[in-house]
């Protein structure tokens, strides 16, 4: 992982992956892949039925909340919203809730196919695949697709070429935080390679002035905010995964996600009265989120 001084971008060189992506996020939501923590791909789709249910009120991100407020204050309802990199259809589903027609684009097989049995118009490829005709969006939106890409600078350079007079909104992991977390890691000489944060899963890691620098070298007038997201201890959720498979019962990761907040003040109330710092929580996580504006002067 190599350091950008200019912008703090943190990137693997070389940041290109054998596989073509449709193959690659294809197998992983197939649960067909191990390492850098891939799995999380075939947990959100087994997963889904639940998350959608809690979407209202407990979006993935924080992100998303803030991308629909600032929708509704500058699109009308029932204009097409494009989103690039749907994953589980989350933002898709509450596009519609709110009265957008909501379009998508994602390279993984498995949630494309589950979300035209939905109704959605989702495109199955990479945005060069994409026929000319298949969607005019007022508005398109990107989130945690970022740091999967072996060229970010070509993906959004090729949004505004595609969709010249169209507002975009991009949402990513924070850096900083990624280096939090490893940084821990490796001081408690846990295995780098089953971070998330590493590649093919993850090859670059973003800070607020590396997004603005690439929204502005693709022709847009960046606004960047930093996100922060809920305090997380990822050990009970790391042990949810693991009985959920075992028992065969979803809800033991859906309790974890209902008793979040118990969950961490019990944590923390324990931690404090027998002085223990586990090397897996830390206090809390942020995101980024920019929007970006054509600027055609």
């Given at each position: 992982m190599l350091l950008c001084e200019a912008c703090g971008l943190t990137f693997a060189h070389p940041m290109t992956v054998s596989e073509p992506p449709e193959k690659l996020f294809g197998e992983a939501y197939g649960n067909l892949l191990k390492g850098t923590q891939v799995e999380d791909f075939a947990d959100r789709l087994r997963l889904r039925p639940f998350l959608l249910r809690t979407l209202e009120h407990a979006p993935p991100s924080v992100c998303y909340k803030l991308a629909l407020e600032h929708l509704e204050a500058h699109v009308a309802r029932g204009s097409t919203v494009f989103e690039i990199g749907v994953g589980t259809g989350a933002f898709l589903h509450l596009l519609r809730r709110r009265g957008y027609n909501a379009v998508g684009l994602d390279v993984a097989e498995p949630v494309v196919r589950l979300l035209k049995q939905e109704g959605f118009r989702v495109w199955h490829g990479t945005l060069q695949t994409l026929p000319e005709s298949f969607v005019e969006p007022a508005f398109v939106c990107s989130f945690f697709v970022l740091h999967h890409l072996s060229d970010p600078i070509d993906f959004v350079q090729s949004i505004r070429r595609r969709f010249p007079s169209s507002p975009v909104v991009l949402a990513v992991a924070d850096g900083k935080t990624i280096r939090r977390i490893h940084g821990g890691a490796i001081r408690h000489g846990r295995a780098k390679s089953k971070f998330h944060a590493l590649p093919p899963r993850t090859p670059s890691w973003w800070t607020g002035k590396s997004v603005e620098t690439l929204l502005t070298r693709a022709g847009y007038k960046a606004e960047v905010f930093i996100v922060t997201e809920q305090p997380i201890n990822v050990l009970p959720l790391q042990l949810s995964r693991r009985l959920a498979p075992v028992l065969?019962?979803?809800?033991?990761?859906?309790?974890?996600?209902?008793?979040?907040?118990?969950?961490?003040?019990?944590?923390?109330?324990?931690?404090?009265?027998?002085?223990?710092?586990?090397?897996?929580?830390?206090?809390?996580?942020?995101?980024?989120?920019?929007?970006?504006?054509?600027?055609?002067?």
């Open positions: 065969n019962l979803p809800p033991v990761s859906f309790l974890y996600t209902l008793l979040f907040p118990a969950f961490q003040k019990l944590l923390g109330s324990l931690e404090k009265a027998f002085r223990l710092v586990s090397p897996k929580s830390f206090p809390s996580y942020h995101d980024i989120l920019a929007v970006g504006i054509p600027d055609n002067d």
